[in-house]
């Protein structure tokens, strides 16, 4: 069912909320509840709010028109750039006209506030997708169910925030703070964070930070699992199995470090794991190989551990190198250490004010104060890693296959997507007269 509550029905939902709200705040999250509530009461009783998440639901279909157009445009890693120019034109058309494309290729347009700047709070999602160039695109529907590549990632965040933005511009809504609306480029597995990296290298004073990635919105994701990647390339000098026997062998090398790396212990709290993804070398059956590459990904929802973990594996992998060498009494097996991926931990406290903005608005949307909280690697990672506060926050609707040619997406109230976006913004920025922003400003930033 797609048809939306009433106002007054929406008003009494909410109010009904409130008592069972309170009691849930009290018990787990005592620091900014109290704050978080006040604002919560006051935005919701104002009426351009009301009109605005109506105003959202109404826009469903318009959205969901938007998510299959953006998903048609192919964005792939470092090649985001046609999608881009499609994005900043909707925001442009949306009532940004000084949104524009920065050096690194985010699209970005400012709203600003009524409180001078502050706080900065950047609500954003992805523009780049994981598939290579010639993927056919197209969106199929069959019986309800829409397929394409990219659909749901972030095809739907984009969609989400458009449609926020449509329906706060048309409401003339004011916030006290600052928002940066972006579509960030790069948060797939090879841009490695780029567009997230060049935003807070370029905006010292972005207070929070809010991803659209990802569709259940009962999920909220305020750990970021950090991640790193590496290519290991063996060198030896190669030769004839059998006329050159006694020389290192770049495989053999690799298989040491393999049995090495197989054998490692890592805590299950924080989570943190390993594996050797691919591997590939040598050419021929009767040759000793002359080189051998294979790739490591490594990932821990603490820096502490990626890192304990990280200096362990690369001190096994020279350690078998000199088990090769010293094998055949020689020096001529090497092997070349490449960093491939970086995306760094961290984590928001459950006590903060934008954990605590995310969950009530949950529960507001939904009407049932059921919230997952999940460690996940996002555009937030960055944030995350650098002490500002930030969730994932999902688009709406159900989805699955994710990063596959056969990623499917069910548009089931996916206006609750934007509308869950709407509430933790005004909450966290502040609604001018109304109720005061619930994020801190970043001390001197
Ligand atoms: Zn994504």
Redesign the pocket.
């Known amino acids: 069912m797609r048809t939306g509550l009433s106002r007054s029905i929406f008003a009494a939902a909410v109010l009904s909320m409130a008592p069972a709200l309170a009691t849930q705040a009290c018990a787990q999250s005592p620091a900014a509840a109290p704050a978080v509530d006040a604002a919560y009461q006051a935005i919701l009783a104002d009426p351009k709010v009301i009109k605005t998440l109506e105003d959202i639901r109404a826009d469903d279909d318009t959205a969901f028109a938007e998510q299959k157009r953006i998903t048609e445009i192919p964005a792939l890693p470092y090649r985001e750039k046609v999608r881009a120019e499609y994005f900043l034109k909707r925001m442009r058309e949306l009532g940004f006209k000084d949104a524009s494309i920065d050096s690194e290729g985010n699209v970005i347009a400012l709203r600003k506030g009524s409180g001078g700047g502050r706080p900065r709070l950047v609500v954003s999602a ?1 523009l780049d997708t994981v598939f290579p160039e010639g993927t056919d695109v197209t969106v199929k529907e069959k019986d309800g169910v829409i397929l394409a590549p990219g659909i749901g ?2 095809s739907r ?1 984009l969609a989400a925030l458009l449609s926020l933005i449509k329906s706060i511009n048309a409401n003339g809504i004011v916030t006290t703070g600052d928002i940066m609306f972006v579509g960030t480029v790069g ?2 597995e090879l841009g490695n964070l780029r567009g997230v990296k060049a935003l807070f290298r370029d905006h010292a004073d972005i207070d929070g930070f809010i991803s659209i ?2 569709l259940g919105i009962t999920r909220v994701v305020n750990q970021a699992t950090g991640s790193h990647r590496y290519e290991m390339i063996f060198r030896g000098p190669g030769g004839h199995s059998f006329q050159e026997f006694g020389l290192p062998s770049a495989i053999h090398a690799m298989g040491r470090a393999i049995a090495k790396i197989s054998d490692l212990q890592t805590p299950s709290d924080p989570k943190t794991t390993f594996t050797v993804g691919t591997v590939s070398g040598g050419t021929s059956v009767n040759a000793i190989a002359g080189e051998a590459r294979m790739a490591v990904d490594m990932r821990s929802d603490s820096t502490e551990e990626l890192l304990k973990l990280e200096a362990r594996l690369l001190d096994l992998v020279k350690q078998a190198v000199l088990e090769e060498n010293a094998r055949w009494k020689t020096d001529k097996m090497s092997v070349e250490i490449r960093l491939i991926g970086d995306r760094p931990a961290g984590i928001v406290a459950m006590d903060s004010p934008i954990v605590q903005a995310a969950r009530r608005a949950v529960a507001v949307i939904t009407r049932a104060p059921r919230v997952t909280f999940a460690g996940s690697s ?1 555009d937030s990672n960055l944030a995350m890693s650098l002490g500002i506060p930030a969730v994932t926050i999902g688009g709406g609707g159900e989805g699955g296959n ?1 990063h596959s040619r056969n990623e499917w997406y069910k548009p089931v109230d996916a206006y609750f997507g934007p509308q869950n976006a709407l509430l933790t913004m005004l909450v966290l920025a502040g609604l001018d007269g109304v109720s005061k922003p619930a994020l801190q400003v970043r001390q001197g930033k």
Request: charged share 50%.
């Open positions: 992805h990632d972030d965040g948060e797939e990635d990802g996002t994710w």
